[in-house]
């Protein structure tokens, strides 16, 4: 497992669809996260904006990388799948999210 697991990780699969586990156990097994895709595309970055700004809304302050819940948009970051949108990084996202804020 532990050939498979860096493979995976050293993005030798690419190029068949497998940027994580999940991709590979998807393709393997079928569905694996019954919310697998929910932050891919526009609609997935319009998805993540207002998570964040909910977030902030709760906690009235900007979330890090390590707060709760969000691990799944490092991870899509991590992957580039929002580069096409200019997001390249997490502060690139709050700097989006959060741009007309002084903060």
């Known amino acids: 497992m532990r050939g498979i697991a860096e493979a995976v990780i050293s993005k030798?699969?690419?190029?068949?669809?497998?940027h994580s586990w999940n991709d590979l156990m998807r393709q393997t097994f079928g569905t694996v996260n019954s919310e697998y895709g929910i932050y891919l595309g526009e609609q997935g970055l319009i998805r993540a904006i207002n998570e964040l700004q909910a977030f902030y809304r709760k906690?009235?302050?900007?979330p890090v990388a390590k707060s709760k819940g969000m691990n799944s948009i490092i991870q899509v970051i991590q992957r580039k799948y929002w580069v096409s949108f200019g997001i390249t990084s997490w502060s690139g996202l709050l700097s989006r999210v959060f741009e007309d804020e002084n903060n």
């Not at 030798?12 to 497998?18: D, K, Q, S």
């Not at 906690?59 to 900007?62: C, M, P, T």
């Open 59 to 62: 906690y009235h302050r900007r």
């Open 12 to 18: 030798n699969w690419v190029e068949y669809g497998i």
